[in-house]
């Protein structure tokens, strides 16, 4: 299995308090991705990044903002949580962009917010 | 956009049935196919994938072969066990969008005895 490793497993936070979650590889591998998996939508992709510092824009990245100052760990923020952030978050990696390149998911973060 | 659309599930079946779950997507490029599958309490695992027309990914006794023309990747297993029972999900990905990957809503699939 790939090294990837997501932090906490689970959260139950409050409406309008600040969460983060870490995502750590040890694979060395240049691209990282969160992704929220909510039931009818399959994964919906948040943020990724292809490079430390360097990050771009999902799908829904909205409310979401992302950090990436090693190689191996990418930061998913909630500035402000929201219950419609209620969700479980994803991260995955892969080693380069080329065609059939699979991604490599973490065992998931599950995130409540009341 | 690129897009993916799988059967609704759930599906139900018994034992050493056949299975077969649709996939059929929507692409600008020349998409790369895949199939994941994810046991309660897991991540995604990739069971498998395709990267040109007429290729046939195969996997623990899963295929899918990538059909350009129906635009399909159907997910197929000749006799199901128990221990199948999962999500699967389909996605493909673009060199053209950064290879991101764009995912059907999954299909939970529940073997029974």
């Known amino acids: 299995d790939a090294g990837i490793t997501q932090s906490p497993r689970h959260k139950v936070t409050e409406t309008g308090t600040p969460v983060t979650l870490r995502c750590h590889q040890t694979?060395?591998?240049?691209?990282m991705y969160w992704y929220r998996q909510d039931p009818g939508h399959g994964l919906r992709l948040i943020h990724y990044?292809?490079?430390?510092?360097?990050?771009d824009k999902g799908e829904v990245s909205d409310g979401y903002s992302v950090s990436r100052s090693k190689t191996e760990d990418f930061l998913l923020t909630l500035e402000s949580a929201t219950s419609s952030q209620t969700s479980v978050y994803f991260c995955?990696?892969?080693?380069?962009?080329?065609?059939?390149?699979?991604?490599?998911f973490g065992d998931g973060t599950r995130l409540s917010i009341l | 956009g690129d897009s993916v659309t799988q059967m609704e599930g759930p599906v139900t079946l018994s034992e050493e049935a056949f299975l077969t779950i649709n996939c059929t997507y929507t692409?600008?490029?020349?998409?790369?196919l895949f199939w994941y599958v994810q046991y309660p309490g897991e991540g995604l695992q990739l069971l498998l994938k395709?990267?040109?027309?007429?290729d046939k990914g195969s996997n623990k006794g899963f295929e899918a072969t990538y059909r350009k023309e129906t635009t399909s990747f159907h997910l197929e297993k000749g006799s199901v066990q128990v221990s199948d029972s999962a999500v699967y999900f389909c996605a493909l990905s673009d060199i053209s969008t950064a290879s991101k990957l764009t995912f059907g809503t999954g299909t939970r699939l529940q073997v029974t005895l």
């Open positions: 990044s292809y490079g430390v510092k360097d990050t």
């Open positions: 692409a600008t490029g020349y998409p790369s």
């Open positions: 694979e060395n591998h240049r691209y």
């Open positions: 395709a990267t040109k027309a007429d």
């Open positions: 995955a990696i892969s080693d380069y962009e080329g065609q059939g390149e699979p991604q490599h």
